[in-house]
């Protein structure tokens, strides 16, 4: 038993905060956001839209485009670390909105990486016969977290939503999936928000920090030794991948790795200058774009990845 991509949805909110913008709220410019990053523009979220609306609207999509009803899906799994609540989890308020009968609905916290998490984690509930038509979300509002007066982080990160149906086949589909963290590095990046511990004013309200250069270079590295990993664990050459779905965080992060994996930039899906860094949202939506778009057709071989805070990071090898 394997599971399969049987559909795919996207959501990004209305209003759309430019460089240009930004240039009015903090000491930056439109040149260095695009230069250093890749970024145009990104989506914030309305006042009363939260991270299960969001992933409301790309879960229908999703759902439409399997030609399944919500009464289809046995398991929800929601990839996110900015919830609405601390429960109930996205995941239920994604059941209960779109009227989807009593079955397991969970959120998991791998910030950037919560997308790929939550997909391998579903993978394994198809393979073990747990769900045959899983919807599988990575859904974010970061613009929440984020510290509008912080020019190292707050042009960086935007609000967005994206969705599959995963469903059970009994030919791959989902390949493989490498996950890994490293608690160790958690002062690097890390919102100091949090229940059982509050937030200090120090620590800046429970704002986003990060020290951004070293993230970088330790998410350039780590990248390209998972990509090591995928290629030999599943005995490919490095031109066997159509399609390269990355995290979208900073486009020289992306190169880094498409270089790592000798694909040329237009074999890889790149959709950071849209929306800028949405977090677990960014791999689902990058997906549904191309698969839109009908760059990705049924058959090609995607490798998605991510890396994030805590650290985490991962990967999928999909055939679609
Ligand atoms: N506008 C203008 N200047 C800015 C700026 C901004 N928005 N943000 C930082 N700078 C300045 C810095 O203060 C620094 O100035 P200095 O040289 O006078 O000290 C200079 O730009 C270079 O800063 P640096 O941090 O070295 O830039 P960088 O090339 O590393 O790019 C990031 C910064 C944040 C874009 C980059 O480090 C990055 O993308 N990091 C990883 C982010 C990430 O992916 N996070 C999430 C993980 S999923």
């Known amino acids: 038993m394997y599971s399969r991509i049987a559909g795919t949805g996207k959501y990004l909110p209305e209003r759309i ?4 913008e930004l240039e009015g709220m903090v000491d930056t410019t439109d040149e260095w956001i695009r230069t250093r990053t890749g970024i145009e523009r990104r989506h914030i979220a309305a006042e009363g839209e939260y991270t299960s609306d969001l992933a409301l609207h ?6 439409e ?17 900015t919830p609405d609540l601390v429960f109930p989890n996205v995941a239920c308020l994604v059941q209960q909105k779109l009227g989807v009968p009593p079955v397991p609905a969970f959120s998991l916290e791998a910030a950037c990486s919560g997308f790929v998490y939550a997909l391998g984690v579903a993978d394994q509930f198809v393979r073990g016969g747990q769900a045959k038509r899983a919807l599988v979300i990575g859904a974010e ?8 007066s912080d020019r190292e982080t707050c042009v960086l990160f935007g609000d967005g939503a994206g969705a599959v149906v995963l469903e059970a086949t009994d030919e791959p589909g ?21 229940v059982s511990r509050k937030a200090s004013q120090t620590d800046g309200f429970g704002m986003l920090r990060m020290k951004g250069n070293e993230v970088f270079r330790f998410a350039v590295k780590t990248l390209e030794r998972m990509v090591d990993e995928v290629i030999a664990e599943n005995g490919l050459e490095k031109g066997e991948i159509d399609w390269l779905v990355p995290h979208q965080a900073n486009i020289r992060i992306i190169q880094a790795t498409a270089k790592r994996l000798g694909m040329s930039m237009d074999r890889v899906i790149l959709t950071v200058q849209d929306h800028g860094n949405t977090s677990a949202a960014s791999v689902p939506m990058a997906l549904d774009s191309a698969i839109r778009d009908g760059r990705i057709k049924r058959g090609d071989l995607l490798l998605l990845e991510a890396f994030g805070g805590g650290f985490t990071w991962g990967a999928s090898l999909i055939r679609y």
């Open 65 to 81: 485009d399997a030609q399944l009803t919500p009464a289809d899906i046995d398991l929800i799994v929601v990839g996110t670390t």
């Open 58 to 63: 790309a879960s229908r999509q999703a759902i």
């Open 174 to 194: 989902v390949i493989y999936s490498n996950l890994g963290a490293d608690g160790n590095q958690a002062d690097l990046l890390y919102a100091a928000s949090g």
């Open 17 to 20: 905060l430019t460089n240009a």
């Open 141 to 148: 509002t970061m613009s929440r977290i984020v510290d509008w």
